[in-house]
T-cell receptor, first 114, second 113 residues
């Protein structure tokens, strides 16, 4: 069975540009979460979506937005990129809307902002 | 704000040695997970502990959840080079309105052959 897939795996942008990252959850998983992992730190929660609705949002500016589609895939959008947005963006899926952890992560999208 | 502090941040040991990694917080968590992350990959779940005082064993890895559900430890016996990686603890809050994991900053383990 396929795991969580993310695209692109690597990308380079310049300050002020916009980026869209994509995620396909494990088949049957209805919840998708996004995390940002800056080099040398643990992942930081950005968003959680379940059944196409936002169920949680971390402490990130409005430049960050996301959505979930009817097939449960998801997109993370970041506008007006800053140098500090350079990070590994991780998508994670879980079977249901739960608060017990047990997330299944993709390999991430490595974003470099120049 | 819930925070998780991990120690040590870095650990370099020889194959066959034992080690313990700690994860501490002032907050109570409903559950705590340990993940391992290798370079270029996403974190992979190792274990979930839910009950205060719970101990779980996964081959050479032993995980313990503190009685007050504020801290956890990971003990590795006879470490092997394949254990090398970034170990992350993550807590799920008791607030049902908070649907997110809080991650520690990680312990980077290197096991030398």
């Amino acid at each position: 069975d396929a795991g969580v897939t993310q695209s692109p795996t690597h990308l380079i942008k310049t300050r002020g540009q916009h980026v869209t990252l994509r995620c396909s959850p494990i088949s049957g998983h209805k919840s998708v979460s996004w995390y940002q992992q800056v080099l040398g730190q643990g992942p930081q929660f950005i968003f959680q979506y379940y059944e196409k609705e936002e169920r949680g949002r971390g402490n990130f500016p409005d430049r960050f937005s996301a959505r979930q589609f009817p097939n449960y895939s998801s997109e993370l959008n970041v506008n007006a990129l800053l140098l500090g947005d350079s990070a590994l963006y991780l998508c994670a899926s879980s079977p249901a809307f739960q608060n017990t952890g047990e997330l299944f992560f993709g390999e991430g999208s490595r974003l470099t902002v120049l | 704000t819930q925070l998780l502090e991990q120690s040590p941040q870095f650990l370099s040991i020889q194959e066959g040695e034992n080690l313990t990694v700690y994860c501490n917080s002032s907050s109570v968590f409903s559950s705590l997970q340990w993940y391992r992350q290798e370079p270029g990959e996403g974190p992979v779940l190792l274990v979930t502990v839910v009950t205060g005082g719970e101990v779980k064993k996964l081959k050479r890895l032993t995980f313990q959840f503190g009685d007050a559900r504020k801290d956890s430890s990971l003990h590795i016996t006879a470490a092997q080079p394949g254990d090398t990686g970034l170990y992350l603890c993550a807590g799920a809050g008791r607030d049902t309105g908070r649907r997110a994991l809080t991650f520690g900053s990680g312990t980077r383990l290197q096991v030398q052959p």
